[in-house]
Protein backbone atom coordinates (compact mmCIF):
# COMPACT_ATOMS: atom_id res chain seq x y z
CA UNK A 1 0.00 0.00 0.00
CA UNK A 2 1.56 2.97 -1.14
CA UNK A 3 1.29 6.21 1.22
CA UNK A 4 0.49 9.64 -0.48
CA UNK A 5 0.01 13.26 0.10
CA UNK A 6 -0.92 15.15 -2.87
CA UNK A 7 -0.78 19.13 -0.60
CA UNK A 8 1.98 20.17 1.24
CA UNK A 9 3.74 23.72 1.39
CA UNK A 10 7.42 25.02 1.69
CA UNK A 11 9.43 27.59 2.21
CA UNK A 12 8.68 28.94 -1.11
CA UNK A 13 5.50 29.56 0.08
CA UNK A 14 3.91 29.42 3.84
CA UNK A 15 5.40 26.26 4.96
CA UNK A 16 8.54 26.06 7.75
CA UNK A 17 10.58 23.39 5.53
CA UNK A 18 12.67 24.12 2.44
CA UNK A 19 11.69 21.84 -0.45
CA UNK A 20 15.27 19.52 0.46
CA UNK A 21 14.13 19.43 4.29
CA UNK A 22 10.35 18.46 2.84
CA UNK A 23 11.48 15.73 0.51
CA UNK A 24 13.98 14.05 3.49
CA UNK A 25 10.83 14.27 5.99
CA UNK A 26 8.55 12.34 3.02
CA UNK A 27 11.08 10.19 2.32
CA UNK A 28 11.98 9.00 6.57
CA UNK A 29 8.17 8.74 7.11
CA UNK A 30 8.16 5.92 4.02
CA UNK A 31 5.84 8.23 1.84
CA UNK A 32 6.12 6.75 -1.79
CA UNK A 33 4.16 9.59 -3.78
CA UNK A 34 4.56 13.54 -2.94
CA UNK A 35 3.01 16.53 -4.12
CA UNK A 36 4.32 20.00 -3.50
CA UNK A 37 1.50 22.49 -3.51
CA UNK A 38 2.87 25.58 -3.21
CA UNK A 39 1.03 28.92 -2.91
CA UNK A 40 1.61 31.16 -6.79
CA UNK A 41 4.45 29.41 -7.03
CA UNK A 42 6.41 26.52 -8.56
CA UNK A 43 9.91 27.58 -7.74
CA UNK A 44 10.46 25.55 -5.29
CA UNK A 45 9.77 22.64 -7.47
CA UNK A 46 13.49 22.26 -9.25
CA UNK A 47 15.57 21.80 -5.65
CA UNK A 48 12.52 19.36 -5.23
CA UNK A 49 13.60 17.00 -7.78
CA UNK A 50 17.05 17.40 -7.43
CA UNK A 51 16.55 16.04 -3.40
CA UNK A 52 14.03 12.92 -4.90
CA UNK A 53 16.02 11.99 -7.82
CA UNK A 54 18.13 9.23 -6.03
CA UNK A 55 15.24 8.20 -3.33
CA UNK A 56 12.16 5.69 -4.24
CA UNK A 57 9.83 8.47 -3.90
CA UNK A 58 7.74 9.87 -6.84
CA UNK A 59 7.38 14.22 -6.88
CA UNK A 60 4.35 15.11 -8.70
CA UNK A 61 4.63 18.99 -9.90
CA UNK A 62 1.84 20.96 -8.18
CA UNK A 63 0.40 24.35 -6.65
CA UNK A 64 -2.28 25.83 -5.01
CA UNK A 65 -4.05 29.25 -6.42
CA UNK A 66 -6.36 31.35 -4.65
CA UNK A 67 -9.96 31.91 -6.70
CA UNK A 68 -12.74 34.19 -6.51
CA UNK A 69 -16.39 32.10 -6.30
CA UNK A 70 -19.59 33.39 -5.79
CA UNK A 71 -18.26 36.46 -3.51
CA UNK A 72 -16.17 33.57 -1.34
CA UNK A 73 -12.43 32.88 -2.12
CA UNK A 74 -11.35 29.29 -2.84
CA UNK A 75 -8.32 27.38 -3.21
CA UNK A 76 -7.65 25.43 -6.29
CA UNK A 77 -4.81 23.25 -6.92
CA UNK A 78 -3.06 22.29 -9.95
CA UNK A 79 -1.52 18.49 -10.51
CA UNK A 80 1.34 17.74 -13.34
CA UNK A 81 1.36 21.26 -14.74
CA UNK A 82 4.32 21.96 -17.61
CA UNK A 83 6.12 23.97 -14.84
CA UNK A 84 8.13 25.71 -18.12
CA UNK A 85 4.84 27.12 -19.73
CA UNK A 86 5.79 30.50 -20.11
CA UNK A 87 1.69 31.80 -19.89
CA UNK A 88 1.33 30.34 -17.01
CA UNK A 89 4.64 31.54 -14.96
CA UNK A 90 3.64 35.18 -16.15
CA UNK A 91 0.33 34.11 -14.49
CA UNK A 92 1.83 33.30 -11.57
CA UNK A 93 4.14 36.48 -11.77
CA UNK A 94 1.04 38.59 -11.46
CA UNK A 95 -0.56 36.63 -8.56
CA UNK A 96 2.57 37.41 -6.45
CA UNK A 97 2.32 41.12 -7.37
CA UNK A 98 -1.16 41.38 -6.22
CA UNK A 99 -0.10 39.74 -2.77
CA UNK A 100 2.41 41.96 -2.36
CA UNK A 101 0.31 44.95 -3.14
CA UNK A 102 -1.88 43.18 -0.10
CA UNK A 103 0.70 43.03 2.27
CA UNK A 104 1.36 46.79 1.89
CA UNK A 105 -2.45 47.32 2.64
CA UNK A 106 -2.09 45.00 5.62
CA UNK A 107 1.31 47.12 6.93
CA UNK A 108 -0.83 50.76 6.15
CA UNK A 109 -3.89 48.91 8.80
CA UNK A 110 -1.13 47.95 11.38
CA UNK A 111 0.44 51.10 11.41
CA UNK A 112 -2.90 52.69 11.86
CA UNK A 113 -3.37 50.03 14.75
CA UNK A 114 -0.04 51.61 16.26
CA UNK A 115 2.01 48.94 15.11
CA UNK A 116 5.09 49.44 13.43
CA UNK A 117 6.61 46.67 10.95
CA UNK A 118 8.45 47.08 7.79
CA UNK A 119 8.33 45.38 4.26
CA UNK A 120 11.73 44.10 4.61
CA UNK A 121 11.18 42.46 7.87
CA UNK A 122 8.51 40.72 6.41
CA UNK A 123 10.46 40.22 3.24
CA UNK A 124 13.59 38.33 5.73
CA UNK A 125 10.78 36.62 7.12
CA UNK A 126 9.51 35.07 3.77
CA UNK A 127 13.04 34.36 2.81
CA UNK A 128 12.85 33.17 -1.10
CA UNK A 129 9.11 32.38 -0.63
CA UNK A 130 5.93 33.81 -1.59
CA UNK A 131 4.90 36.41 0.49
CA UNK A 132 1.67 35.44 2.80
CA UNK A 133 0.36 36.49 5.91
CA UNK A 134 1.77 33.99 8.11
CA UNK A 135 5.47 35.96 7.23
CA UNK A 136 3.48 39.10 9.06
CA UNK A 137 2.63 36.86 11.89
CA UNK A 138 6.02 35.42 12.56
CA UNK A 139 7.59 39.32 12.22
CA UNK A 140 4.45 40.08 14.91
CA UNK A 141 5.58 37.06 17.06
CA UNK A 142 9.33 38.23 16.96
CA UNK A 143 8.44 41.23 18.33
CA UNK A 144 6.07 40.65 20.80
CA UNK A 145 2.93 42.22 19.48
CA UNK A 146 1.04 39.00 19.26
CA UNK A 147 1.13 35.90 21.39
CA UNK A 148 1.40 33.04 18.74
CA UNK A 149 0.17 32.69 14.78
CA UNK A 150 -3.48 31.51 16.09
CA UNK A 151 -3.12 34.97 18.47
CA UNK A 152 -2.26 36.74 15.10
CA UNK A 153 -4.92 35.74 12.65
CA UNK A 154 -7.69 35.37 15.46
CA UNK A 155 -7.17 39.14 16.53
CA UNK A 156 -4.86 40.75 13.46
CA UNK A 157 -4.44 38.81 10.27
CA UNK A 158 -7.86 36.28 9.91
CA UNK A 159 -10.48 37.33 8.28
CA UNK A 160 -12.45 38.50 10.97
CA UNK A 161 -9.28 40.76 12.42
CA UNK A 162 -8.53 43.87 12.71
CA UNK A 163 -5.99 44.51 9.85
CA UNK A 164 -7.76 41.96 7.11
CA UNK A 165 -7.00 43.33 3.92
CA UNK A 166 -9.41 41.03 1.54
CA UNK A 167 -6.90 40.04 -1.21
CA UNK A 168 -7.97 40.47 -5.41
CA UNK A 169 -7.67 36.89 -6.62
CA UNK A 170 -9.06 35.67 -10.04
CA UNK A 171 -12.32 34.29 -10.52
CA UNK A 172 -12.30 30.32 -10.38
CA UNK A 173 -13.11 30.05 -13.80
CA UNK A 174 -10.14 31.48 -14.85
CA UNK A 175 -7.77 29.69 -12.42
CA UNK A 176 -9.62 26.58 -14.02
CA UNK A 177 -8.72 27.71 -17.41
CA UNK A 178 -5.06 28.83 -16.27
CA UNK A 179 -3.96 25.27 -14.96
CA UNK A 180 -5.68 23.31 -17.87
CA UNK A 181 -3.38 25.85 -20.70
CA UNK A 182 -0.54 24.85 -18.77
CA UNK A 183 -1.20 21.04 -19.01
CA UNK A 184 -2.70 20.33 -15.43
CA UNK A 185 -5.46 18.81 -14.23
CA UNK A 186 -7.48 21.70 -11.54
CA UNK A 187 -8.77 20.58 -8.25
CA UNK A 188 -10.73 22.29 -5.93
CA UNK A 189 -9.06 22.00 -2.54
CA UNK A 190 -10.36 21.14 1.16
CA UNK A 191 -13.92 21.31 0.27
CA UNK A 192 -15.71 22.56 2.90
CA UNK A 193 -18.47 23.89 1.11
CA UNK A 194 -18.99 26.78 4.31
CA UNK A 195 -21.84 28.51 4.11
CA UNK A 196 -23.79 26.49 1.51
CA UNK A 197 -26.56 24.38 2.41
CA UNK A 198 -26.23 20.78 0.81
CA UNK A 199 -28.28 21.47 -1.86
CA UNK A 200 -26.08 25.16 -2.66
CA UNK A 201 -22.83 22.65 -2.31
CA UNK A 202 -24.22 20.31 -5.08
CA UNK A 203 -25.18 23.51 -7.12
CA UNK A 204 -21.88 24.89 -6.50
CA UNK A 205 -19.92 21.86 -7.59
CA UNK A 206 -21.49 21.35 -10.74
CA UNK A 207 -21.21 24.91 -11.47
CA UNK A 208 -17.50 24.72 -10.70
CA UNK A 209 -17.18 21.36 -13.22
CA UNK A 210 -19.15 23.06 -16.39
CA UNK A 211 -16.29 25.60 -15.62
CA UNK A 212 -13.66 22.84 -16.80
CA UNK A 213 -12.62 21.48 -12.46
CA UNK A 214 -11.69 17.88 -12.91
CA UNK A 215 -11.45 16.66 -9.08
CA UNK A 216 -11.90 17.02 -5.65
CA UNK A 217 -9.60 16.64 -2.60
CA UNK A 218 -11.54 14.08 -1.27
CA UNK A 219 -9.12 13.31 1.56
CA UNK A 220 -7.66 16.12 3.43
CA UNK A 221 -5.90 16.59 6.72
CA UNK A 222 -8.54 17.81 8.88
CA UNK A 223 -11.94 16.39 7.27
CA UNK A 224 -14.36 14.00 9.12
CA UNK A 225 -15.54 11.26 7.61
CA UNK A 226 -18.70 12.62 7.24
CA UNK A 227 -16.67 15.40 5.04
CA UNK A 228 -14.99 12.66 3.25
CA UNK A 229 -18.16 10.86 2.44
CA UNK A 230 -20.01 14.03 1.76
CA UNK A 231 -17.23 15.02 -0.91
CA UNK A 232 -17.14 11.19 -2.13
CA UNK A 233 -20.47 11.47 -3.15
CA UNK A 234 -20.02 14.50 -4.86
CA UNK A 235 -17.02 13.17 -7.11
CA UNK A 236 -19.18 10.03 -8.01
CA UNK A 237 -21.79 11.90 -9.41
CA UNK A 238 -19.98 14.38 -11.09
CA UNK A 239 -17.73 11.63 -12.21
CA UNK A 240 -14.71 13.44 -11.14
CA UNK A 241 -11.03 12.41 -9.75
CA UNK A 242 -10.28 12.79 -6.33
CA UNK A 243 -7.22 13.35 -4.61
CA UNK A 244 -5.91 14.06 -1.06
CA UNK A 245 -3.45 15.69 1.28
CA UNK A 246 -2.64 16.49 4.69
CA UNK A 247 -1.79 20.94 3.91
CA UNK A 248 1.34 20.30 5.95
CA UNK A 249 3.03 23.29 6.59
CA UNK A 250 5.56 22.08 8.94
CA UNK A 251 5.63 23.89 12.47
CA UNK A 252 3.48 26.76 11.21
CA UNK A 253 0.78 24.37 11.56
CA UNK A 254 1.77 22.12 14.30
CA UNK A 255 -1.03 20.01 14.37
CA UNK A 256 -0.68 18.38 10.90
CA UNK A 257 1.75 15.68 10.44
CA UNK A 258 2.94 14.97 6.71
CA UNK A 259 1.19 12.09 5.23
CA UNK A 260 -1.04 12.19 7.99
CA UNK A 261 -3.13 15.14 8.74
CA UNK A 262 -4.65 15.07 11.99
CA UNK A 263 -4.22 11.35 12.44
CA UNK A 264 -6.15 9.69 9.96
CA UNK A 265 -5.53 11.21 6.76
CA UNK A 266 -5.52 7.85 3.73
CA UNK A 267 -5.17 8.31 0.44
CA UNK A 268 -5.98 5.35 -1.68
CA UNK A 269 -3.72 4.52 -4.35
CA UNK A 270 -6.13 3.94 -7.36
CA UNK A 271 -6.84 7.99 -7.47
CA UNK A 272 -3.34 8.73 -8.10
CA UNK A 273 -3.51 6.53 -11.08
CA UNK A 274 -6.33 7.90 -11.89
CA UNK A 275 -4.97 11.39 -11.71
CA UNK A 276 -1.84 10.37 -13.68
CA UNK A 277 -4.50 9.31 -16.83
CA UNK A 278 -6.05 11.92 -16.57
CA UNK A 279 -2.80 13.90 -17.13
CA UNK A 280 -1.78 11.80 -19.86
CA UNK A 281 1.34 10.76 -18.06
ZN1 LIG B 1 -5.70 26.02 0.80
ZN1 LIG C 1 -2.55 24.36 1.09
Request: glycine share 10%; net charge negative; charged share 20%.
Amino acid sequence: MSRIDLHTHTTFSDGSASPTELIELANQQGIDILSITDHDTTEGLPEAMEAAKDLALELIPGIELSAQFQNREMHILGYFINLSDPQFQMRLEGLRSTRSVRIHHILDRLHTLGIDISIDEIEAASGTGTIGRPHIAQVLIAKGHVKDMKDAFERLLGSRGNAYVERDVPEAKEIITWIIEAGGIPVLAHPYWEGWNKAESITSCQTLVEQGLQGLEVFYGTFSARQISFNLGLARQFDLLMTGGSDFHGTFKPDITLGKGRGSLHVPSKTVERLRIAAGQ
